[in-house]
């Protein structure tokens, strides 16, 4: 999310490269790392060692993520889109290395429908900790003045640089490798396939490309909206992220109970339109109303982790259900092609959104007229909520609730123990 909020900005105001083809630079990587994310989750499927299937591409992912993030977020000066193409692409090639194989390690840990929300919950809640940590770090760093993106930027990348080769290699130390059922290595083709005729879980992947398209709209538009909008400093916008994530961490126990009261399907869409319908309120909020504006953050903060968590969760029992049919017990391919459809989303959503804001008059480097702002405005803050409602037809009655998943589990137990007989 961070990045998504602060690079593309970084690179229209402060290294002066055009907005819509920043726009296209930004689809075209994001596209490419969507495509890589299948080949990694089938890979990491495929591995067998003494250290389990996720630990090692972890252990050799992270200092190649740590190097690749400098390059991507601090350039050198007069840089241009071949730079930025070539940089995002290595980033998302390492953050892929990195990302698929610790997505898929939660599901190996529990197959219980409640428990398996709340060990995706305990690590949701580490990541939105180090995004109130990152956001935090700034405004102490950079206090007294209203930073440039740049520096914002640095101080992101100095903590990551040190806090995730630590945080990484306690993980890889003190956390179990999980469990699952060897049903041989699958080729990507045989996976894919696979994937293909769960229709549940085709049907939680088109309903997540909608809410993760609204979001990648809103998230590419945001800072632009504070800046432009609101008339509020950077420095502004670091608190508001600041305590819309600590509003997230104070909900999430709520969220992983209502969740396995509600279902996590609907606690999803319930999270994913509240979050949106809630972005128009900041066209009531007055120019330099600092107050308002964070009232609003703290309110879209409360329902974001319905967001972050729900998603994982329902990815794991999407893949037991494929199982009944003879799928491969192989959560990293399910969970690279979830990444593929959040991602695509993401794209088409920086895509979408930085041009049609500059096509409708917007432009980051002028003072707006007010058919430039209403531009900004329509595209960040109205759109996202019409580009959600079809994820939320898809889902609101998802067929793998609880008892359903108790079913599964059920099936899935006799045909194991049929098979040690």
């Excluded at 900005?9 to 055009?18: C, D, H, I, Q, S």
Aim: glycine share 10%.
């Amino acid at each position: 999310m961070q990045l998504v909020v602060y690079v593309p900005p970084f690179y229209a105001a402060e290294m002066g490269l055009e907005i819509a083809a920043i726009g296209m630079v930004f689809f075209l990587a994001r596209g490419w790392d969507a495509v890589i994310d299948p080949v990694m989750g089938n890979l990491s499927d495929r591995t067998r060692t003494r250290w389990g299937r996720r630990k090692p591409w972890m252990a050799i992912g992270t200092p190649l993520l740590v190097a690749t993030l400098w390059l991507f977020c601090q350039p050198p000066e007069n840089v241009g889109l071949g730079y930025l193409a070539i940089s995002a692409f290595l980033f998302y090639v390492a953050m892929t290395a990195v990302d698929i194989p610790y997505m898929s390690w939660g599901p190996e840990l529990s197959r219980d429908y409640a428990i398996r929300t709340k060990v995706v919950g305990f690590r949701e809640a580490g990541g939105m900790l180090g995004t109130v940590l990152a956001t935090a770090l700034p405004l102490f760093f950079l206090a007294g003045r209203d930073p440039s993106l740049r520096e914002i930027l640095l101080v992101f990348v100095v903590a990551i640089s040190i806090l995730l080769p630590i945080t990484v290699a306690w993980a890889l130390w003190r956390t179990p490798q999980g469990s699952y059922i060897d049903t041989g290595r699958v080729t990507l083709r045989d996976a894919l396939s696979g994937v293909k005729g769960n229709k549940p879980f085709m049907r939680l992947a088109g309903g997540v490309f909608a809410f993760w398209l609204a979001g990648g709209v809103f998230n590419a538009l945001v800072l632009f909206m504070v800046q432009h909008t609101l008339q509020l400093p950077t420095s502004s916008f670091l608190w508001f992220v600041f305590s819309q994530y600590i509003a997230s961490i104070v909900m999430l126990p709520l969220a992983v109970k209502l969740g396995n009261r509600i279902g996590k399907h609907r606690a999803l869409v319930f999270g994913s339109l509240a979050f949106m319908g809630l972005a128009p309120l900041f066209l009531l909020v007055s120019p330099g109303d600092f107050q308002g504006a964070l009232m609003i953050f703290i309110a879209m903060g409360a329902v974001t982790s319905f967001i972050w968590v729900m998603p994982h969760a329902l990815v794991a029992d999407a893949v037991e259900f494929g199982m009944i049919s003879g799928g491969a017990d192989d959560p990293a391919i399910y969970m690279s092609v979830y990444y593929f459809m959040q991602k695509m989303a993401m794209a088409a959503g920086v895509g979408l959104a930085l041009p049609l804001a500059g096509v409708m008059g917007f432009d980051p480097m002028i003072s707006n007229s007010p058919a430039g702002l209403w531009g900004l405005n329509f595209s960040c803050l109205i759109l996202p909520l019409v580009l959600a409602l079809p994820g939320a037809v898809l889902l609101f009655n998802y067929p793998i609730d609880e008892r359903r998943h108790l079913i599964v589990r059920r099936w899935l137990s006799r045909r194991t123990d049929s098979k040690m007989l």
